[in-house]
């Protein structure tokens, strides 16, 4: 069974920078793209940044020059790097992934951290 957990949210002022991190883990044979997205109260849940296996990027305009995302194969962890938080980056924030396992491939999510941004 494969599990994705999620840490480093928390409540931080405007400016202000967070680390999210994600581990997988279980019967993983690859893993494949990356993604975090996050889930504001009353809207819908968007993608911020992706990254493939091969490392390319992908953010949302929203976040661009803000967020860098990034993983570690071999841990089997995608990070994302949140500077210069603003209040509308609040959100539930979930780590996503696209993982093969032995048996077939999937897409997982984790529970999801809260990122609260204050003014």
């Known amino acids: 069974q494969v599990q994705l957990v999620e840490s480093g949210g928390g409540l931080v002022q405007a400016g202000g920078s967070l680390r999210l991190s994600c581990v997988a883990s279980?019967?993983?044979?690859?893993?494949?793209?990356m993604a975090w997205y996050r889930q504001a109260p009353g809207k819908q849940r968007e993608l911020v940044a992706a990254?493939?296996?091969?490392?390319?990027?992908n953010y949302d305009d929203s976040v661009k020059g803000r967020f860098t995302i990034s993983r570690t194969n071999a841990k089997k962890t995608v990070y994302l790097q949140m500077n210069s938080l603003k209040p509308e980056d609040t959100a539930v924030y979930y780590c996503n992934a696209d993982i093969t396992t032995p048996y077939r491939g999937n897409d997982y999510w984790g529970q999801g951290t809260q990122v609260t941004v204050s003014s």
């Open positions: 279980g019967n993983i044979f690859r893993i494949n793209a």
């Open positions: 990254i493939t296996s091969a490392g390319s990027t």
